[in-house]
């Protein structure tokens, strides 16, 4: 803890002492740190210090032995730190960094702990500029509540986008689904259309074909049947020839003979 235990005693005023209690390890260390006369690395590396306890301990030392026109510079930049500390031994009632640095700025005790008083002047050059800096964070926060709300709107207005492009897209997809379902319908008939008509050209083709088949067998075979009615009357005329070559060859014998005959007989006589 880096306040006063309190209980009484003898001491009450003194310094780092509450009333009427004893001083706290706090401030002893802080005597000798008082005695060592730290250098301002040294105060620096207390100051980022990874554990609060001596951070503590250094915001303190600067309240007690820097001048007070260099307090704004040294605890300005810690104003904003969120590290808890817990300034009672077992109090239960830790508080930032920041907030430390802002009651060594602002105040003049430390829980019934009386700080060196700060002039006026500084006094009110240091309220002036917590002011501002009150008034630039507020203005801080408002920028950021009012970009916060600006993209709530811009994410509402992305999200309206998206869905009237979801619902686009999904009009659009169903306006193809129906074109392609169209499609594929008329494709569909077409291509019966085109099977059916490719079926009933080969059906006519094949029809012709057997026609010219048909056609083609009747006409070789009434052809075979004319050239076998011709071989067959040649022959009979060839025979017919024979016949009349035989007959006549008879004939002219039977005559010879009998011209022979006839003169022979006329050769007796």
């Known amino acids: 803890a880096v306040v006063s235990t309190q209980s009484t005693g003898m001491c009450g005023g003194v310094r780092g002492v509450g009333a009427g209690g004893v001083v706290s390890s706090a401030y ?14 040294q105060v620096n590396s207390m100051i980022n210090h990874k554990h609060s306890y001596v951070r503590g301990l250094a915001f303190l030392y600067l309240r007690y032995t820097q001048h007070p026109s260099t307090f704004w510079d040294w605890l300005d930049p810690y104003l904003d730190d969120e590290e808890e500390i817990d300034p009672r031994a077992g109090g239960g009632r830790p508080i930032t960094i920041g907030a430390m640095c802002e009651q060594l700025l602002t105040r003049l005790d430390w829980y019934t702990t009386l700080f060196p008083r700060i002039p006026v002047v500084i006094m009110k050059e240091i309220e002036k500029k917590m002011e501002e800096r009150k008034a630039a964070i507020a203005e801080a926060s408002q920028t950021s509540t009012d970009a916060s709300r600006y993209d709530e709107r811009g994410r509402d207005d992305s999200y309206r986008r998206d869905d009237d492009r979801g619902r686009d897209d999904d009009r659009g997809r169903d306006d193809s689904y129906r074109r392609d379902d169209d499609r594929g319908r008329e494709g569909s008939y077409r291509r019966d259309d085109d099977k059916t008509r490719s079926g009933s050209l080969r059906r006519d083709e094949g029809r012709s074909r ?57 050769r007796d006589v």
Do not use: I, V
């Not at 070789?220 to 007959?247: F, I, N």
């Open 28 to 41: 002893c260390l802080l005597y000798k740190l008082f005695t060592l006369k730290l250098t301002r690395n």
């Open 210 to 266: 057997e026609g010219s088949y048909r056609r083609d067998e009747g006409r070789s075979r009434e052809g075979s049947y004319r050239r076998d009615d011709r071989s067959d009357a040649r022959r009979d005329d060839r025979r017919d020839d024979r016949r009349d070559d035989r007959r006549d060859d008879r004939r002219d014998d039977r005559r010879d003979d009998r011209r022979n005959d006839k003169r022979d007989d006329r």
